[in-house]
């Protein structure tokens, strides 16, 4: 089975994100990680191609900076990756990048695309169904449980009061959530070989495609601010404050 | 005036509370048409009108997955219906139909908004809610708008019953799936969504096990019980009970955060709770920065013996 993960690179989640002042896009540091809800879709793809004889392709649109986030993916164990960096796609919207990713995907060819819920730095949560739509292919969507064999797939939806069996034939796309299975953490050898693994650097003019952004960031403020009360240390007696905090709100 | 699609899912026989919020801001916009999505009922459609929807096309995917038939359908009536704007709410098939229907259309969306204008610009909070981000989309045609749970008070104009029309869905070929089965998780005490008090736990609680003790603060509160996503996805409890960004948005009297740091993530979904008690053993978390009370200390120290003393009462 040939696998496409959709994997993004994004500044260290555990910095502070900054906006440029002009267009109030993000700024994006030369070294970016792989975004963590994408490590569930890589692993989630190697257990999947290890079941099947195929590989995983990492297929990625973004700055490529000194690209540790696209090695930690290789490092993971996926054979090569994809990356599209083009100045001109800067501030793209989720219906843009779309078009690259699913222009890159099929360029690729493919029998499963597997993409994250929603990304952490942008979290528009659509760009796997346009994906989707643009391929012709179903989006099983959500899944916390895949199993794909034989020109089939089934999976565990989530929904919000449990979950549904859905199943779809082969060529298809599935978003994993993050409870999906338990991503691998590299090993040296996986590391020193992931610097060896091919890396495709394609620009928009490499894909035939169309990628145009009509929508726009206009201002931004600050939010009415809600401060924080009284903080206690507890010395024993904290719950006594909490059971004064809830009597005088009726709660109790 | 303007003329407004929102896209409503049934669940359960009825419209999503989150539609009927839809509509409520619709009618004040434009003209409002709802897409109702699911088996329909003389009853369902009575009160997509009672909430201001004019007229309601009804898709019935049956046991087909939704998204590619129902965006392809609505996309087949858009090439002679003309909307200005096209709501969903930032929900699970929402999405799938609205990421769906915007490549097929070839328009742009805008995502977790908290409000629209009738030009259809939108306000997005970002950073966990502490800034505002107003945008707009630039080109012509419909706007498409995913718009956050509990951006708005779902109200009643009690409406007359609206024109219904069936829209017929196109066999999709390949890019179709099927529902083959349904699993409902058990659930105890009243729904999060409603309740007025909330009791929910991260990841500070330390094992699966230990959300007993929220469970039993629950019960005496006759509250509902939260998550994490960190705990959602440990598999310590079902996904329904998941707070934040991409699980439940919540605005209740009480909530009370144990072992909670309070990422921006989760953040989004509690903040506009009334009183937020928290209580965590780092005295930097960020949850104190919105907590009217907050406590520092250990869950398991806390908790047993403010269940101690409620149990007394
Ligand atoms: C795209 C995206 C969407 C997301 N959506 C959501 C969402 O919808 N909801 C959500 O919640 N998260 C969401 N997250 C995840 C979010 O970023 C955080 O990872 C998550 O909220 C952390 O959960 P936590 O507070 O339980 O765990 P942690 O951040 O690990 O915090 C645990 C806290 O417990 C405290 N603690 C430890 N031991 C004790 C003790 N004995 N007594 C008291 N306190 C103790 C610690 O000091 C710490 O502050 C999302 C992330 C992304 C990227
Ligand atoms: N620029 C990108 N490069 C690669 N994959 C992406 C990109 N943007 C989004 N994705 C994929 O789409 C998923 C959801 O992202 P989003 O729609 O931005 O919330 C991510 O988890 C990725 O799998």
């Known amino acids: 089975m040939r696998i496409v993960v959709c994997a993004k690179q994004i500044p260290d989640p555990a910095t502070p994100y900054k906006l440029e002042a002009d267009t109030h896009w993000l700024v994006r540091p030369a070294e970016q990680v792989l975004d963590d809800t994408d490590r569930y879709g890589v692993e989630m793809g190697l257990q999947l191609a290890q079941n099947s004889d195929g590989g995983v392709t990492i297929v990625s649109m973004g700055p490529a900076g000194s690209m540790q986030g696209?090695?930690?993916?290789?490092?993971?164990?996926?054979?090569?990756?994809?990356?599209?960096?083009?100045?001109?796609?800067?501030?793209?919207?989720?219906?843009?990048?779309?078009?690259?990713?699913?222009?890159?995907?099929?360029?690729?060819?493919?029998d499963l695309v597997i993409a994250g819920t929603e990304s952490t730095d942008g979290y528009s949560g659509v760009v796997p169904q346009m994906v989707a739509e643009i391929l012709d292919v179903p989006a099983l969507t959500y899944a916390t449980e895949v199993k794909a064999a034989e020109g089939k797939i089934t999976i565990h939806r989530q929904t919000s009061t449990g979950y549904e069996v859905v199943e779809g034939s082969l060529p298809a796309l599935v978003t994993v959530t993050a409870g999906v299975v338990e991503p691998r953490y590299p090993t040296f050898k996986?590391?020193?070989?992931?610097?060896?693994?091919?890396?495709?650097?394609?620009?928009?003019?490499?894909?035939?495609?169309?990628?145009?952004?009509?929508?726009?960031?206009?201002?931004?403020?600050?939010?009415?601010?809600?401060?924080?009360?009284?903080?206690?240390?507890d010395d024993g007696a904290a719950h006594e404050k909490i059971i004064e905090l809830l009597a005088q709100k009726k709660v109790i | 005036m303007a003329e407004v699609w929102v896209f409503v899912r049934e669940f359960d026989g009825a419209p999503t509370p989150l539609a009927l919020e839809l509509l409520t801001k619709a009618r004040q916009v434009g003209d409002t048409t709802a897409v109702y999505v699911g088996t329909g009922s003389e009853e369902a459609f009575a009160r997509l009108g009672e909430y201001g929807a004019k007229n309601v096309f009804h898709l019935d995917p049956k046991d087909s997955l939704v998204a590619a038939p129902v965006?392809?359908?609505?996309?087949?009536?858009?090439?002679?219906?003309?909307?200005?704007?096209?709501?969903?709410?930032?929900?699970?098939?929402?999405?799938?139909?609205?990421?769906?229907?915007?490549?097929?259309?070839?328009?742009?969306?805008?995502?977790?908004?908290?409000?629209?204008?009738?030009e259809g610009s939108t306000s997005h909070e970002i950073f966990g809610g502490t800034q505002i981000a107003e945008a707009e989309i630039t080109s012509a045609g419909p706007k498409l708008v995913l718009i956050r749970p509990k951006s708005f008070a779902a109200e009643p104009t009690g409406g007359a019953a609206p024109q219904v029309t069936v829209l017929d869905l196109p066999d999709v070929g390949g890019a179709g799936a099927k529902v083959t089965g349904t699993h409902v998780e058990e659930r105890q005490g009243p729904k999060l969504?409603?309740?007025?008090?909330?009791?929910?736990?991260?990841?500070?609680?330390?094992?699966?096990?230990?959300?007993?003790?929220?469970?039993?603060?629950?019960?005496?509160?006759?509250?509902?019980?939260?998550?994490?996503?960190?705990i959602v996805d440990a598999g310590w409890v079902p996904y329904a009970k998941q707070v934040g960004q991409t699980g439940k948005t919540v605005k209740p009297d009480v909530y009370i955060a144990c072992g909670i740091s309070g990422a921006m993530q989760h953040l989004v979904g509690m903040k506009d709770s009334k009183v937020i008690?928290?209580?965590?053993?780092?005295?930097?978390?960020?949850?104190?920065?919105?907590?009217?009370?907050g406590v520092v200390g250990d869950v398991h120290k806390v908790l047993p013996k403010l269940i101690e003393a409620l149990e007394k009462r």
């Open chain 2, 277 to 293: 008690i928290a209580i965590n053993k780092d005295a930097d978390a960020p949850i104190f920065g919105i907590a009217d009370l």
């Open chain 1, 190 to 233: 996986g590391i020193m070989e992931a610097k060896k693994k091919p890396v495709d650097n394609l620009a928009l003019a490499d894909l035939s495609v169309e990628a145009t952004t009509d929508q726009k960031v206009t201002s931004i403020s600050d939010a009415p601010a809600r401060s924080g009360g009284a903080k206690i240390e």
């Open chain 2, 193 to 230: 969504e409603d309740a007025s008090v909330i009791v929910s736990g991260g990841r500070g609680l330390g094992s699966a096990e230990n959300y007993e003790l929220i469970e039993k603060l629950g019960k005496l509160l006759r509250a509902a019980t939260g998550a994490t996503r960190a």
């Open chain 2, 71 to 118: 965006a392809r359908a609505m996309a087949e009536r858009l090439e002679t219906d003309k909307p200005d704007l096209i709501l969903f709410g930032q929900a699970y098939d929402d999405r799938d139909v609205a990421g769906r229907l915007a490549a097929r259309i070839g328009r742009p969306i805008l995502s977790n908004a908290t409000n629209v204008t009738l």
């Open chain 1, 70 to 110: 696209l090695r930690q993916a290789l490092a993971m164990g996926a054979e090569k990756a994809v990356i599209i960096d083009d100045p001109t796609l800067r501030g793209s919207d989720a219906l843009a990048t779309a078009r690259v990713l699913a222009a890159a995907i099929a360029r690729e060819g493919f």
